[in-house]
């Protein structure tokens, strides 16, 4: 560690954002990213723990985070990427879009600000591409094993991307037109643009993974097909199958899942569809985004960039604590507090304990939405809090599209999975042993699918780590 | 009760299944002859001896039946008259007067055994043509002795010898024969040193000696008392062991000498005499030369093997004093002032043998003179008088015998390294100078050096850059040698940019190598051993001046013979070999020498057999290679490629030396070492404790230059090689310090290590006679860990070998190395005791318990066995469970002042008690808050730096606690940093803010066991209501250290783990030294149950305890009481930054920052809540394991099971049968501590002191009374102040309140710890230690008014008088022994003249010295000053000048002081010289010089600074210094 008293001597600094008004203009990122020399300051900070929280138990990749702080302290650039990674496939999306829980249990997030983990992991992936380090690594010697990754999401691209250097032929299959999954239909541009995926997708290419979009398995390959022809089938197609709001009015047009939306924006946006295909436009709009959680912002920036007059985002659960200090109250656990998101910034009323009871339309189509408001009581059977409606507090609004950011339940229960007769979780997730191995042999899965929905880091080092399973058992074939 | 034969059966099957090895046992002791110097013999002269044994008596010790002693003795010329009267009784024709021999016999007391013997002694005594005039049974008194003494008493005889007319030296030449015949032969017929033994076999000395305290003697020998029994001198004995064998035999004197000490260097010795032994070839015993062979006994102690080998050099032809110089040479380096032709003399006989090193004063005789030699060190004591009429007495001790004042000629001490010789032929005494002036120019040493040693040119020149050809191979040698990024940028680096090892804080929680999964490196396995208690370590930064790295490398010659060509060898000045070294010796080209290099590498085609193969092979070439003429052998593992794997060099290194010393070749060769494995201090250690001659670490250099290259090191590639050799030279010094050894020499092939995890077939094949108690992993698995390594390497493609693996040794990381505390438990912890929490504790301690996951320790590999469960209610209550959980010792200056003080309030809530740690306390602390809470650590702790122990401190305490060495750094000191020291900590101290603070290694007055007991008994003293307790730290031979600690009346001995905690030590000795409290805590509880000691001492246990589990394992192993170090500050926050070292902890815990120790926001709540849990997980396994209360749990062994379900490819070959061995005493021996402590006050004159001073102490009344005082009443004083500070706290009495007159010899401790308002004036001498942490008293000190020697030219006080004084002034009328002043912190003090090492350490006080100082003077001085009378203008040499300037006396302040201070020792003492030195002022002053440490003047310049500025209302504060 090059500067022991860094953390004393420096305060945190983050890069800022273009203003709203500018922002809200396009899809284009708006992270201002530091210079070289306050990022090296930066880096100062980082006290080379003796337990490194954020690398132990922050990030679930295990990202060598003060290994990096300090060569980026150092300018040790090129050693600092070596480090990033060998832990990491993806940090170029993991520096933009993580929630990065690593900052959350950063020694200095007791007492103090967290080091900016996040973005100096950026500035290391970024300046690496710059400087035309990244290239590919294709492997040195062919094992022959063959090996279908099902799904190119976050898992799916890390999975084939560490299985593909262990020397083992991969092929990913993707029901869309191109590969990136969630990454690229989940997640708006102004988060994460999609050259990023692509440059990444380059040089998969270039180590001889190989891609087949537009290929929905179970119907266009079957089940069959795959186990005879590959020697591990690995399962990475996400947990897409959203939790549904079955009130009064479902079927009104108007009331999306929030990921039809989002899809929709994403290929438009890319040019995969035209504007005469768009189905579902907020412009002048009122919307309504039920779900307080990331997809749920995500909407609201996209409906805020379509032009919508009004975005409303209401939640269930009761609103978490405010808090305004830059330490972690729940150090070195994820706070679980109330966070302002830059879509929440660009315009949105948000309330919580509002349960939404009907929707109410005319010629099928929605015009307005019927809430109560609750509050939370201790159930006696299972001490599991329950809402309560609160008497008289019912109130409408005029809406004239819903989407529906409730979660996810599990991964699509498609034929696919019928065809491999593969056993199921309590919830619906496919289920794994340590060795990331299904039910059926030969078939793995790894991310959303097995786990439900989660962060993308997580979904990465589930991805790593089903490679390296795989990689054990094709070894001992 | 058990039979006393059943217990010794017991013993022994113990030795077989437990962790007791008698191979540990140490002793030291209580020394001391008498002498006639005209040769006169006498009854007197042995009734003198006796005496002085008997005022020896405090400082042997008794075993467990309270009778049985160590062992006592005495060595005499041969009583001659006696022995015609018994002749004539026995009907033998003795032959005149030295034409006989003596031969004293201990034989096996069965008739059948006896006789045999005796027919074995016929028959070897008649083939070398000698015969048997008549056996004699000694008569012996056994009913005086002790129930284990008589069980174990042989049956003694003597043997009256002739060989017709022989007389002379070829008599005794001829007994020598004989008696080593006998011996073989005695081997040879299966007789063991139990049913066989010779005590003496001589024309001109006999022995008596046995298993007696020192009054037994004469008892137990009526021969003794016989007035017939003359004899022209006496030497004698007295033992003190932490023996628990007891053992006749190895009573002492031994043949020619006594020993008071350790030979630490024993097991290379050993071996470097079994390899001599081929080419000893001796013109006077020709073919005879082979029956001397072997040389050395088997089953002999350190001291009895030393006689053996000093035999063998005295009878092939060299003097006493010659051979005795070649043993125990005296430091010979440029820093000291001796003639070059003593150097000379040194250094040739360095190229013939290595120094028998360890600390010692040996009494020694060949009959006709007898003569005494100190270790270089002079860490035992040895005082002489000589009278006016002709004789000498020369003991451990001054006033062992009773000398009228005004008979005394001289009295002195011998120095270190010197030698004092009484030759009653010659009848003279010689001293030092003459008789090595004579030996050193018996031969041209010199000029033979000159002409043959071989010094290489531009050998360890600069080195020069290394190239690095192919950076992938590079990278694949770093994964192939398991380099990890750690060890480059923490270790590597960080050597190169400091010249020193990193430091780091917090205790290792990283798993043992043999329970990790990540494969090890050979080293690993290997714990450092390090001395505690029975020899003391050295201190290599401020005492280095004794220490040495040079050695000799190449072909030994015949040792019985000297030529020129005995030192045509290499002279290395360090072990460490650059590259540039490395090719030079290979193209060595000088008459004589040849080099080869062999391939350390082996073909990994062949699988894991593939080693031992290729070992099998080495040895054999490297023998043939030496047989070809070959003087110098290179093992080499460059050339590592696909096929072939480096075979462990350390493996390697001592297979071969093993296999040559078998040979008995392995003198004939140097061996080096080129490996890219080394690069740790511990490294090289390893390879050169095992018998490397030199060492070259090229990766390491290749490392530094890629480094370089990637700009990651800011400074000129050469320099960073040098710095980093500087950096292993640094710390092999360390590494051998720790242990008390200062040459290289002797430390080679010493092996001074114990493994951990390898298995006994493996140590008994490659690293014999290293200590492996555990078992574990042999040859295949070491071979695994290899080819893992190898292959990993070779699999990997480039981009894969750029990721150089992390390593996570220090720092935590994910897929590294496993550590105890995860963040998860962190985390888990703080929310427990924050909340409440136990069910959240319960988690946590799943979490570390989980041995399946996170197997760390070896407590992790037991469980317990299933027994009948009681419900929790029956359980003690945790309340009172609690009480036995101390918090670990932890300085207030490492942790915060709000951290130590909220863990000393929780513990006292608790009941419970807090440990001060070694930095003092701050007397505020004393009194109770007003919300009833107290700030006062029960427990204050005695450490080697002594800071801030005054009697107050001592007197306000429950427990004194000794810390002989602790987990993290054991056998070393430290230093807190002046710019650390603020103002409180000074002020708690009782130092200067911003003067560094040096803690020394040893503690200076514990040199040894006796001096041990000697602290205990002071302490004991100071508050006879606290218990006393000793911290020694687990390793090898633990057990019977604390059975020595048990014997020297300990209430209490804790055994620390290897892994506890530090603030700040370097990285190699936190991981590498010392071992498990498992194992230490097995030995300990099974040594002291063994011995009936057990009932008498409490055990405690600490290092790395973290929950309940832990606690009831360390219960049933044998544990009392428990510790929490690391523990507690996690409970209050800390969440193992490590960083304490840096003072930047971020929560507040280790810090002195202000800003810092803000954020603190642990509550005395927290870790109260912390240990009820502890206590409560406790009392549920206690419940489960059917035990009601913790007394039925202790020592309960056979409850623990290994649990077999844990499967680890390396921990199938543990065995923990040796650590679960419960020993078979009869079920009433008690497990645990039921009784207490007897201590002896009955010499103590304290008692009358206090009863005729207390009237006067409680009405402030002055007083002056008198009394006789002799060297058996000890730590005068003592109780008196401690009832002083009891009622008036450090706010003593007016000076001078009391006064007491002695008149005598003082013992040891004279006015330790005086308080202010005692006036003590001693007339007469005094013993070791006086002034001893004075507390604000005065003492006054002169000699016998009759007497008339000159003062300032003889030894009046012995050696470390003022050590850790406080306060308060001293005067001494005389000259001061070795060490006086050590780590003075406020005492003034006037001497005539001092040792070496005068006022090392000082931080404070003012001392005048009025004559000569010994070398060293001020080494490691941070404070205070001295004024030294100069006469010689010569002092600037003997001064350490590292810290402090040398000034003269100008300043009008400082005349003004020094003028007054000789006034007032002229006006307390009489003294003529001072007297002297007044009236010629003029002349005298300017040679008067002031000592001043550099620090020192520019901190008392900032205050001065400061002062006036804080009129402007600035206050000093911490950050001042920063």
């Given at each position: ?9 420096h305060?945190?600094?983050?890069g ?6 500018s ?6 990122e ?5 210079d070289q ?57 993991t ?29 290391i992936?970024e300046?690496?591409?710059n ?9 040195e ?5 063959k090996?279908?990754v ?13 299985l ?14 191109k590969?990136?999954?969630i ?13 990023v995926?692509?440059?990444r ?17 179970g119907?266009d ?6 186990k ?7 399962i ?7 939790r ?7 079927k ?8 039809e939306?989002l ?6 946006i ?20 039920i ?15 379509q032009?919508?007059?009004?975005v ?10 405010e ?11 994820w ?14 009323k948000r ?31 299972n ?50 042993d ?6 059926s ?37 | ?14 030795r ?23 040769g006169?013999h ?23 039946d ?15 008259k006696?022995?015609q ?13 030295g ?11 069965e ?20 015969k ?14 002790g ?13 009256i ?6 007389s002379?030296?070829?008599?005794e ?27 003496s ?8 000696k ?9 008892e ?8 017939d029994?003359?004899?022209?001198f006496s ?11 007891p ?25 470097k ?6 080419n000893i070839?001796?013109k ?12 050395v006994?088997?089953?002999l ?28 040479p005296?430091?010979f ?13 040194f ?32 860490l ?10 002709g004789k ?18 001289s ?47 531009g ?19 770093l ?8 060890e480059?940028?923490v ?31 050979l ?15 050295i ?33 290395l000045?360090?072990?460490v ?8 010796l290979?193209n060595?080209?000088t008459?004589?020498y ?19 193969t ?31 794997a480096?075979?462990?060099?350390l ?7 093993h296999?040559?010393?078998?040979a ?6 140097g061996?080096?070492i ?31 230059f ?17 710095h980093?050799?500087t950096a ?6 360390k ?42 992993i ?59 929490n ?10 570390i ?30 309340e ?12 207030f ?17 608790l ?33 080697s ?29 430290g ?67 604390a059975?020595?600690?048990?014997k020297?009346?300990?209430d209490m ?12 030590s370097?990285?190699?000795s ?13 030995e ?19 290092g ?10 360390a ?18 926050g ?11 902890c971020?929560?507040?815990v ?13 509550k ?16 549920e ?24 379900a ?12 040796r ?15 039921t ?21 006067s102490m ?5 007083t002056?009374i008198s ?20 009622r ?20 040891q ?10 006036t ?13 942490g ?8 002169f ?19 003022l ?5 308060g002034?001293?005067f001494?009328?005389g000259?001061a ?19 070496d090492?005068?006022?090392?350490y ?14 060293n003077?001020?080494a ?5 000053f001295?004024?030294?009378f100069?006469?010689d203008q ?26 007054s201070?000789?006034k ?44 006036s500025?804080?009129?402007?209302e600035i206050?000093?504060?911490?950050e001042?210094?920063?």
């Open positions: 560690m090059g500067n022991t008293t860094g953390f004393l001597d305060l945190r600094v983050t800022t954002y273009r203003p709203v008004r922002r809200l203009k396009d899809y284009k708006f992270t201002n990213q530091l020399n306050m990022l090296k300051i930066q880096g100062s900070r980082c006290m080379d723990c003796g337990i490194p929280y954020c690398h132990a138990m922050g990030c679930p990749l295990g990202n060598l985070i003060p290994e990096w702080n300090d060569s980026v302290y150092n300018g040790n650039w090129r050693e600092a990427l070596i480090r990033l990674e060998s832990t990491n496939n993806l940090p170029e999306i520096g933009r879009i993580c929630p990065a829980p690593c900052e959350a249990s950063c020694t200095l997030s007791i007492n103090d600000a967290p080091v900016t983990l996040k973005q100096i992991e950026l500035a992936i300046y690496g591409f400087q035309g380090w990244i290239s590919a690594s294709p492997p010697v062919e094992t022959g094993k090996v279908a099902i799904g190119s999401g976050p898992a799916g691209l890390a999975a084939a991307q560490q593909r250097r262990f020397g083992h032929s991969v092929t990913v299959y993707e029901k869309s037109e590969a990136g999954g990454l690229r239909y989940g997640i708006p541009d102004f988060k994460l643009e999609k050259w995926i692509d440059r997708l380059n040089q998969m290419y270039d180590e001889g993974v190989q891609f087949e979009t537009n290929v929905n398995i119907k390959i079957s089940a069959r097909y795959l005879k022809n590959f020697d591990a089938i690995l990475t197609m996400g947990a897409g199958e959203p549904n709001l079955d009130i009064e009015g479902r009104l047009n108007g009331v999306h899942f929030a990921m939306y899809i929709e924006s994403n290929k438009l890319s040019g995969e569809i035209a504007a005469s295909q768009q189905k579902i436009n907020a412009k002048g709009k009122n919307i309504l985004v779900g307080g959680g990331d997809t749920g912002s995500d909407c609201v920036g996209t409906a805020n960039r032009g919508a007059s009004q409303y985002q209401f939640e269930i659960m009761p609103k978490p604590l808090w305004k200090e830059s330490w972690n109250p729940n150090w070195p656990y706070p679980l507090i109330l966070r302002t998101s830059s879509s929440h910034e660009e315009g949105c309330d919580w304990s509002v349960q939404t009871s009907r929707f109410i339309g005319k010629n099928g189509k929605i015009e307005e939405v019927e809430f109560v408001r609750v509050k939370w009581e201790q159930t006696k059977e001490g599991v809090p329950k809402p309560v409606e609160i008497p008289g507090s019912k109130f409408s609004l005029k809406i004239d599209l819903v989407f529906l950011a409730t979660g996810f339940l599990h991964i699509e229960h498609n034929k696919f999975l019928e065809d491999l007769e593969l056993k199921l979780d309590q919830r619906g997730n496919v289920m794994l340590e060795n990331f191995s299904t039910s042999p030969g078939v793995f899965v790894a991310g959303d699918s097995a786990t439900g929905a989660s962060l993308v880091v997580r979904a990465i080092s589930h991805g790593r780590k089903a490679a390296e399973a795989i990689n054990q058992q094709l070894k001992s074939l | 009760m058990q039979s006393i034969s059943d217990q010794l059966n017991c013993r022994k099957r113990l077989e299944t437990g962790l007791y090895d008698p191979a540990f046992e140490h002793d030291s002791c209580g020394v001391g002859f008498v002498v006639n110097v005209n006169e006498s009854h007197q002269i042995v009734t003198d001896g006796i005496t002085v044994l008997k005022n020896l008596a405090h400082r042997g010790a008794i075993g467990g309270s009778r049985t002693g160590d062992g006592a003795g005495i060595l005499v010329s041969i009583p001659h006696f022995f009267k018994e002749c004539n009784k026995n009907s033998i024709a003795l032959p005149q007067e034409s006989y021999g003596v031969l004293m016999l201990f034989l096996s007391r008739e059948n055994r006896q006789t045999q013997a005796k027919k074995l002694i016929n028959s070897v005594i008649l083939s070398e043509g000698g048997i005039l008549g056996y004699r049974d000694v008569p012996v008194f056994p009913e005086c002795l129930d284990m003494a008589r069980q174990s008493m042989p049956y003694i005889c003597q043997a010898i002739s060989f017709g007319s022989t002379g030296n070829k008599l030449h001829k007994l020598y024969i004989v008696r080593k015949c006998i011996e073989r032969q005695a081997r040879i017929h299966q007789f063991t040193i139990d049913d066989l033994y010779i005590p076999c001589s024309s001109k000395t006999v022995v008596y046995g298993m007696f305290v020192a009054p037994q003697l004469e137990f020998y009526p021969d003794l008392n016989d007035p029994f003359e004899s022209c030497l004698v004995h007295q033992r003190y062991s932490t023996n628990t064998f053992s006749w035999p190895l009573a002492q004197p031994f043949r020619y000498m006594a020993h008071n000490g350790e030979i630490n260097t024993l097991r290379g010795n050993i071996n005499m079994t390899a001599r032994e081929k070839h001796s006077l015993f020709g073919d005879d030369t082979e029956k001397l062979l072997p040389v006994e088997k089953n102690s350190d001291s009895g093997i030393f006689d053996n080998v000093f035999e063998l050099l005295c009878m092939g032809g060299r003097s006493a004093e010659h051979s005795m110089m070649m043993m125990v005296e430091t380096g440029q820093r000291y002032h001796i003639s070059e032709d003593k150097r000379s003399f250094e040739f006989h360095a190229a013939i043998m290595e120094p028998w090193d360890g600390p010692a004063a040996i009494a020694f005789t060949d009959g006709i003179r007898i003569g005494a030699t100190l270790d270089r060190n002079g035992r004591p040895a005082r002489y008088v000589i009278t006016q009429n000498v007495v020369l003991a451990s001790e001054t006033g062992v015998l009773d000398i009228a004042p005004e008979d005394i000629q009295k002195g001490r011998l120095a270190p390294g010197k030698m004092l010789i009484i030759d009653t032929e010659k009848k003279r005494v010689l001293f030092d100078n003459e008789i090595k002036a004579s030996v050193s120019r018996q031969k041209p040493y010199r000029r033979w050096l000159e002409k043959n040693r071989i010094e290489l040119k050998l360890f020149g600069i080195p020069g850059p290394v190239d690095i050809n192919d950076s992938n191979h590079h990278l694949r040698l994964n192939v040698f398991g380099y990890t990024l750690e480059i940028s270790v590597i680096k960080s050597m190169a940019e400091n010249a020193q090892e990193p430091v780091l804080s917090m205790g290792n929680d990283a798993a043992l190598a043999v329970l990790s999964d990540r494969p090890q490196l080293y690993n396995y290997f714990k450092q051993l390090f001395a505690q208690v029975t020899n003391p370590p201190d290599p930064y401020r005492e280095n001046l004794v220490m040495s790295l040079m050695s000799f490398i190449g072909r030994e010659k015949n040792l019985l013979d000297e030529t020129p060509e005995h030192c045509h060898q290499i002279k000045t360090h072990p070999l650059s590259n540039d070294d490395i090719i030079k290979r060595i080209d008459e004589g040849r080099c080869c290099t062999l391939g350390l590498l082996f073909d990994i085609s062949v699988g894991e057999k593939g080693l031992e290729a070992l099998i092979e080495l040895c054999k070439t490297a023998e043939n290679k030496i047989n070809e003429g070959y003087s110098l052998l290179i093992l080499s593992d460059r050339g590592v490629d696909k096929t072939k480096p075979i462990p060099a493996l390697a290194t001592s297979t071969i030396n296999y040559l010393t078998k008995k070749i392995r003198h004939l060769t061996l080096i080129e490996t890219g494995e080394v690069r740790d201090v511990h490294h090289f250690a390893t390879l050169i404790g095992y018998g490397a001659s030199a060492v070259n670490p090229y990766m390491a250099f290749e490392i530094l890629d480094l370089k290259k990637k700009c990651k090191l800011d400074m000129r590639i050469e320099t960073a090689v040098e980093y050799i292993v030279k640094k710390g092999l010094l590494v051998m310090s720790k242990m008390g050894i200062s040459t290289i020499r002797s430390y080679r092939g010493a092996q001074i290590f114990e493994a951990v995890g390898l298995n006994e077939q493996f140590i008994n094949k490659y690293f014999p006679g290293t200590s492996s108690r555990i078992g574990g042999g040859i295949q698995e070491i071979a695994h860990e290899v080819i893992e390594r190898h292959s990993d390497a070779f699999a990997k493609n480039e981009n894969e070998l750029k990721v150089i693996d992390s390593g996570g040794n220090f720092h935590f990381r994910r897929n590294s190395e496993k550590h105890l505390y995860t963040a998860e438990a962190i985390a888990l912890i703080h929310r427990a005791v924050r909340e409440k136990y069910s959240l504790y319960k988690e946590y301690a799943q979490h318990n989980n041995t399946s996951k996170n197997l760390c320790t070896l407590r992790g590999l037991f469980k317990f066995r299933k027994r009948e469960s009681i419900p929790l209610e029956e359980i003690e209550p945790a009172s469970i609690v009480k036995r959980f101390v918090s670990s010792a932890m300085s200056g490492s942790i915060s002042k709000e951290a130590h003080e909220t863990i000393a309030i929780a513990m006292n809530r009941g419970a008690m807090s440990n001060s740690g070694e930095g003092g306390e701050d007397e505020e602390r004393y009194n109770p808050l007003s919300n009833g809470d107290l700030k006062k650590s029960m427990i204050k702790q005695v450490a730096g002594r800071f801030g122990v005054t009697c107050n401190y001592l007197v306000n305490s429950a427990e004194l606690q000794i810390k002989m060495a602790q987990g993290a750094k054991p056998g070393e000191g230093q807190l940093a002046g710019l650390k020291v603020d103002e409180t900590i000074a002020r708690v101290r009782l130092s200067t803010p911003g003067v560094t603070l040096i803690s020394p290694p040893p503690h200076h007055d514990i040199y040894s066991i006796e001096d041990l007991a000697q602290l205990i008994f002071d302490l004991k003293n100071a508050n006879r209501d606290a218990r006393v307790s000793v911290k020694l730290v687990a390793e090898a031979g633990v057990g019977t250290i059975a020595g600690v048990a020297g009346k300990a001995v804790l055994i620390s783990g290897h892994d506890g905690g530090t603030g700040n370097p990285i190699s936190i991981k590498y030294a010392g071992i498990p409290w498992e194992i230490g805590l097995a300990t509880q099974q040594t002291l149950v063994l011995n009936n000691l057990r009932d008498r001492i409490r055990i405690q246990t600490d790395q305890m973290r929950t309940g589990r832990d606690i009831v394992i219960s049933l192993l044998g544990a009392e009481e428990f510790g929490f170090g690391t523990a507690s500050l996690v409970s209050l800390c969440v193992m930054m490590r960083k304490c070292h840096l003072n930047t971020p929560v507040g280790a810090t002195q920052d202000k800003k810092l120790r803000r954020k603190f926001c642990g005395p709540e927290h870790l109260i809540n912390f240990m009820m849990f502890v206590a409560q997980d406790v009392r396994i206690m419940a489960q394991l059917g035990f009601r209360n913790m007394d039925e749990m202790t020592g309960r062994v056979d409850i623990l099971d290994v649990n077999s844990i499967d680890h490819w390396k921990t199938k070959g543990l065995d923990f049968s650590i679960l061995t419960k020993p078979a005493v009869s079920p009433d021996t008690p497990l645990r501590c009784g207490k402590q007897e201590h002896d006050f009955s010499m103590s004159i304290d008692n009358e002191l206090i009863r005729k001073l207390i009237v409680d009405n402030k009344e002055k002056t009394m006789p005082i002799r060297n058996c009443n000890r730590t005068v004083g003592t109780a008196l102040s401690s009832e002083i500070s009891r008036y706290g450090s706010n003593s009495l007016p000076h001078d309140s009391i006064r007491c007159k002695f008149k005598g010899s003082a013992g401790s004279f006015g330790a710890f005086l308080a202010k308002g005692i003590f004036e001693l007339e007469g001498d005094a013993n070791d230690y006086l002034g001893k004075l507390s604000g008293g005065k003492i006054i000190v000699p016998d008014k009759k007497s008339h020697f000159r003062s300032h030219e003889n030894i009046i006080t012995g050696n470390v008088n050590f850790g004084a406080t306060g002034s001293v001494i009328n000259m022994g070795e060490r006086f002043a050590v780590r003075n912190s406020g005492a003034t003090a006037v001497v005539e003249g001092v040792g090492h005068g006022c090392e000082m931080t404070g006080g003012v001392v005048v010295v009025l004559g000569r100082t010994g070398v003077f001020a490691g001085m941070s404070g205070g001295v004024f030294v100069d006469k010569l002092f600037d040499t003997k001064c350490n000048l590292e810290m402090v300037d040398i000034e003269p006396v100008t300043e009008k302040k400082d005349i003004t002081l020094l003028k201070l000789i007032q020792h002229i006006k307390y003492t009489k003294s003529s010289h001072a007297l002297y030195l007044l009236e010629n002022w003029q002349e005298t002053l300017p040679l008067f010089v002031k000592i001043m440490p550099i620090e020192y003047r520019s901190a008392l310049a900032r205050m001065k600074q400061f002062e500025k804080e009129t402007e206050t000093i504060t911490e001042v210094f920063r």
